[in-house]
């Protein structure tokens, strides 16, 4: 079964970013609840070639705005894993055109 998700983390001042909303099927993906988001951090969910990947394309997401991400793995709250297509990430500006936080969407994704 593929599903498709959208995630935000908040993009603060942390040095973890933390997940501030999700979808239903976000929360699905992840296995957890909106109450228990705050707690998972990307590093937690995104595995080893996902976050390097994320690192090197942040550059890109600040100056263009968004990034595609090629098919990888993320591991549920509980530990499963998650593989997704693609995913997309972006920047989300507030009213004032600074950054509010970057959005994630993870294309036909399923539990392997």
Wanted: with cysteine; hydrophobic share 45%; proline share 4%.
């Amino acid at each position: 079964m593929y599903h498709f998700l959208i995630l935000y983390y908040a993009f603060d001042l942390q040095p973890l970013p933390v997940f501030t909303f999700a979808n239903q099927a976000g929360l699905d993906m992840l296995e957890t609840t909106l109450v228990a988001l705050q707690d998972i951090s990307l590093e937690k969910i995104l595995d080893e070639n996902g976050r390097k990947r994320l690192c090197s394309d942040f550059t890109q997401i600040m100056q263009q705005g968004y990034a595609y991400l090629p098919a990888g793995i993320c591991i549920s709250s509980m530990g499963r894993p998650v593989s997704y297509d693609r995913a997309i990430a972006w920047k989300v500006l507030n009213d004032e055109d600074v950054i509010h936080c970057i959005a994630f969407m993870f294309l036909n994704w399923s539990f392997v």
